[in-house]
């Protein structure tokens, strides 16, 4: 992990740079203003706050592994047939993926466990 800076710096820009809204307006009224647009803060809403976090991170994870996977890409590509390079750039595609699964799969978990069985309210 020689340099990884670049993605950080990459999906920090791209966040901040975002329009104001992000996210839709709360019906009821019961919202905060934050650096990423307005977050509803009611826990009966469809658009609630942790609805609202959850969205945040899913995309913030797929983003960032979308950029490792690029960044893996390059160094694979320029690699000119160094073995280390190329294993370094193969294990930064694999934990990109493995960390994009491992999200994935978290949304299906909390979407099974927390809505479908005990029906929490905030997160549908």
């Not at 945040?56 to 960044?71: D, T």
């Not at 294990?91 to 949304?107: D, H, K, M, P, Y």
Request: charged share 10%; net charge neutral.
């Amino acid at each position: 992990m020689k340099r990884l800076y670049l993605p950080f710096f990459l999906v920090g820009s791209i966040l901040f740079s975002l329009p104001g809204k992000v996210f839709a307006a709360c019906q009821n009224g019961e919202e905060i203003e934050t650096a990423i647009g307005k977050i509803c803060t009611s826990a009966d809403a469809a658009d609630g706050f942790f609805a609202s976090i959850i969205k945040i991170a899913v995309g913030l994870g797929g983003g960032l592994a979308l950029i490792l996977m690029l960044y893996g890409v390059f160094i694979v590509t320029t690699s000119a047939g160094i073995p280390d390079k190329l294993k370094e750039g193969s294990e930064i595609i694999t934990s990109a993926i493995a960390g994009l699964i491992f999200v994935l799969l978290s949304v299906f978990l909390l979407n099974l466990i927390g809505i479908n069985i005990l029906g929490l309210p905030g997160l549908t």
